[in-house]
């Protein structure tokens, strides 16, 4: 049985209109699914808004489906995530929740270099704008903290992006879980969720201890590790990082929980020394002792290299960078690196960022500079969500691990993966060589 | 008294559901790991590649991957191809949208001395019973 505070039984009730109802009587029932006895206050919620769809709808390019993108935001968002909420009377989120859009399928500025059409473009662009009419803030990315959607430490959010959950919980100290689409929904409606799982403190607590003695100077060394400790977790395990390691920066945090978010279901993690909970070994125990110990070493993360990239050298034709969507600075480090050398012909290389850092750096011109060198700057997705980016390729290079396990399933063609500066250096050549990371 | 074997969990979802275990001890990677047109399993290294959870009731550890999962679940159950009934050695959050949007019977949240995925085995033909919160092994797999 789920207890109400005053003001959500008045919603319930119906006081505040049929849209918070129904939404608010779905979190019960998931609040219910989820063993939570109460509900808190959602004020940050980053849920997807535009076109969003399965790769098994597109098996040979197709570009969307008619049948559902033709129903527009109103009937297609509202009906599929919300069964039983009437659309029309669906007109806003709530008004003291900070939502944010996750990626979509689509460019925000174009529509031909990602190989889909003018109407599919068109389509989305009216998703978006209906979203926007409910409240909306337009971001459309998988990195919301780069666009300033920054839940405090201790403010519940919810996000259905799952690099996201884990910088909000694990650098932010905010309280959040991830769940999916629809009770994200559901829950930037009445601004209300289960108290439940990292809701409470007395789960915040690490219980599996990595003692990292492998190289973390390189954000690649920080995405192997983010798979070399998921694939090491149990079920809700809230790994703890410590020894002796390099204080990781913001790109290698959000490279890292990127990684570790798709080899596990996890949610937290305290590094020592960085997590606002985790100050010291002690902090991050919380009085508990570690379930399980492991030693993470360079052996190691090469097993994970291994396992996701090509073993051959060979030219490489698709090169993508921006996995989650890069920062402001990484921009800056490209543009520094690639320092005026052009893409090769025939060579397509995109980088995948946010709206608002594609601003900053069209301001910096930044964004003008790199294409003109061949570079396309493209917004909202990656490989895995923008419908047709990659089609056709012959070989692909990434520099993400995340990308190159999803890839590695969706495709037959060789998959490379390294650094961003071997991805530059391949789309420059149009060869990718290949070279053991570890000795 | 059942003479069948019985393991017991937490009721998340009603009612009761019978069917083939469809267990997966690694989960299931989300997004992009099940062809929600057929419930085929995508992941190229899952034990159950190439197979289908339609009908079926799936056993995980929990869930894995993007926070697309539950979508994965949500659009296999709307084209008629979902899983029957879902056990989670762990409930999360992931698990819990799962069971949201398909509104399928559940059991959940094992104890520490009883997982469901070593408990179950493939193939094995059972009894969900997401009022009471147990999971009974009518018919082992060897026995079908």
Known sequence: ?439 | MSEHKIIKGRPAWGPVVEGYAFVCPDSIVGWNGVDVKTGTVTEKSNVHYGDSFAGKIIVLPCSRGSLGWSDMFRNSEYNGVGPSGYIFTTMDSKCGTAIFNTRRPCVADFPADCDPCVEIHDGDYIRLDGINGTVEILVPAENN
């Open chain 1, 1 to 439: 049985m789920v207890r109400l505070t005053a003001y959500e039984q008045r919603m319930l009730d119906g006081e505040f209109g049929a849209a918070k109802k129904v939404a608010l009587q779905k979190i019960i029932d998931y609040a219910q699914i989820l063993g939570a006895e109460e509900l808190v206050p959602i004020t940050k919620a980053h849920l997807c808004c535009g076109s969003t769809c399965e790769p098994a709808d597109f098996p040979d390019g197709n570009l969307d489906r008619p049948d559902i993108l033709a129903m527009g935001y109103h009937d297609w968002q509202t009906k599929l995530k919300c069964p039983g909420l009437d659309p029309a009377v669906f007109n806003s989120f709530n008004e003291s929740t900070y939502v944010m859009d996750d990626v979509h399928c689509c460019d925000t500025f174009q529509w031909q270099w990602t190989q889909q059409t003018k109407e599919f473009y068109e389509n989305n662009r009216q998703i978006l704008s209906d979203a926007a009419d409910r409240g909306v803030m337009i971001g459309s990315t998988c990195a919301p903290y780069l666009a300033g959607w920054l839940p405090v430490m201790g403010e519940y959010f919810v996000t259905t992006e799952s690099s996201n959950v884990l910088y909000s919980n694990s650098i932010l100290g905010a309280r959040g879980y991830g769940g999916g689409g629809n009770t994200t929904f559901c829950a930037a409606i009445c601004g209300r969720a289960p108290k439940w799982g990292l809701h409470l403190p007395e789960n915040r607590h690490g219980t599996h201890v990595f003692h990292v003695a492998c190289d973390t100077k390189d954000k690649t060394d920080w995405d192997l590790l983010g798979a070399a400790v998921g694939r090491r977790l149990s079920p809700n395990a809230i790994p703890v990082i410590c020894g002796d390691f390099e204080r990781p920066d913001l790109i290698k945090l959000k490279t890292f929980f990127t990684a570790l978010a798709v080899t596990s279901g996890c949610e937290l993690c305290l590094i020592v020394g960085v997590s606002p909970e985790a100050q010291t070994y002690e902090m991050a125990m919380g009085g508990h002792k570690p379930v399980a110990e492991f030693t993470i070493t360079n052996e190691i993360l090469q097993t994970y290299w291994d396992e996701v990239c090509c073993k051959q050298s060979g030219p490489a034709d698709y090169l993508q960078i921006g996995c989650p969507n890069c920062s402001a600075e990484e921009l800056i480090r490209i543009w520094r690196y690639m320092n005026g050398r052009k893409v090769k012909e025939g060579v397509r290389f995109c980088v995948f960022t946010n709206i608002a850092q594609y601003a900053m750096a069209e301001q910096s011109h930044i964004i003008q500079d790199l294409k003109s060198w061949g570079v396309e700057i493209l917004t909202s997705g990656c490989i895995l969500r923008t419908i047709n980016v990659a089609k056709g390729a012959k070989s692909i290079g990434l520099s993400s691990f995340k990308l190159c396990s999803g890839s590695k399933d969706e495709r037959d063609c060789p998959i490379y993966y390294g650094s961003d500066e071997q991805v530059i250096d391949a789309a420059i050549s149009g060869y990718w060589e290949v070279k053991r990371r570890y000795e």
